[in-house]
Structures are given as C-alpha cells and as structure tokens.
C-alpha cells in the first residue's frame, strides 16, 4: 500500500504565500513523477505544476513565476511554494505521484487533497 498524506493549506490573504508538502509512504520502489494539481468549486481538475525525478519542472501559465515546485527524493516529498497568491487560486490542491513498488506496474497515486482559500 502506498499513502500521499498532504499538509501546508489554509486561508491567506491575496498577495500572501503558503507552503504545501506532500509525503509518500508504503510499499515505494522508486517515485518518477510528481506533481500538483487542483480543482476549485465548479470547475475540472487542472495541471499545477509537475517535476520529474531528475528535477525537470513544468507549469501552468496561470502561475508561472508565482509557484515554485520541488521534491526531495531521500523524504519522497514534494513541495509547492506558493507565492503572491490570488483569489482565483483558491482551490483544492491534490499531490500526484508516480511510483513504482517493485511489482510490474507504476501506478498513479492521488493525495486526499489540501484545501486553499485566497481571500480578504
């Protein structure tokens, strides 16, 4: 069994930064991927940010410049620094993850999701 367990949400006030961590635990062989995404009320899941085992990043437009993703491969965590945040970045945030337990498969792993609300 393999856990993505996700901390570091809240309420923040426009202009203002948070944190979010996410740490997988379990039957873990290697982890490939990663990555956030997010889904705010009344709207599809979308892309955050993603990075790969080697460090290679890639963003979605909305917050280039603002987000910065990464990872620590010892902890098997990644990270998101989220910065001059917005109202419009409210969301639920979920960790993604691409792990490899030792058996034939790499499958997809979701955390339980981390809300965020940017707001006066």
């Known amino acids: 069994q393999v856990q993505l367990v996700e901390s570091g949400g809240g309420l923040v006030q426009p202009g203002g930064s948070l944190r979010l961590s996410c740490a997988a635990s379990?039957?873990?062989?290697?982890?490939?991927?990663m990555g956030w995404y997010r889904q705010a009320p009344g709207k599809e899941r979308e892309l955050v940010a993603t990075i790969t085992r080697g460090g290679s990043t890639n963003y979605a437009d909305s917050v280039k410049g603002r987000f910065t993703i990464s990872r620590d491969n010892a902890k098997n965590t990644v990270y998101l620094q989220m910065n001059s945040l917005k109202p419009e970045d409210t969301a639920v945030y979920y960790c993604?993850?691409?792990?490899?337990?030792?058996?034939?498969?790499?499958?997809?792993?979701w955390g339980q999701g981390a809300q965020v609300t940017v707001s006066s």
């Open positions: 379990g039957s873990i062989f290697s982890i490939n991927d």
């Open positions: 993604n993850a691409s792990i490899f337990s030792g058996d034939y498969y790499i499958r997809a792993y």
